[in-house]
């Protein structure tokens, strides 16, 4: 079993940056993938970035060139740096870890922008 806990959330005014951090724990199987999803009141879990044991990575358009998605295999830890946050950030965001057999999930971090 896969323990995520994130961390960074807060409320920044449009154009400030925040940084989230995800460190999990537990399992023993080596996680593949870490991700950042996010869901704002009313609409769907959508994906935001994520990156392989390798370090592809992948973005949301919406996201490319303000979002840096990043992680340390020996911490298992991801972050994600978000610079030149807007109003339509704002959500609750969602670390998730693939391992082979199962993905998990954390708890979540609000990220709130005011305009």
């Known amino acids: 079993q896969v323990q995520l806990v994130e961390s960074g959330g807060g409320l920044v005014q449009a154009g400030g940056s925040l940084r989230l951090s995800c460190v999990a724990s537990g399992g023993g199987l080596r996680i593949n993938t870490m991700g950042w999803y996010r869901q704002a009141p009313g609409n769907q879990r959508e994906l935001v970035a994520t990156m392989t044991f390798g370090g592809t990575t992948n973005y949301i358009d919406s996201v490319k060139g303000r979002f840096t998605i990043s992680r340390d295999n020996v911490k298992n830890t991801a972050y994600l740096q978000m610079n030149s946050l807007k109003a339509e950030d704002t959500a609750v965001y969602y670390c998730?870890?693939?391992?082979?057999?199962?993905?998990?999930w954390g708890q979540g971090t609000q990220v709130t922008v005011s305009s």
């Open positions: 998730k870890a693939a391992t082979y057999f199962f993905d998990y």
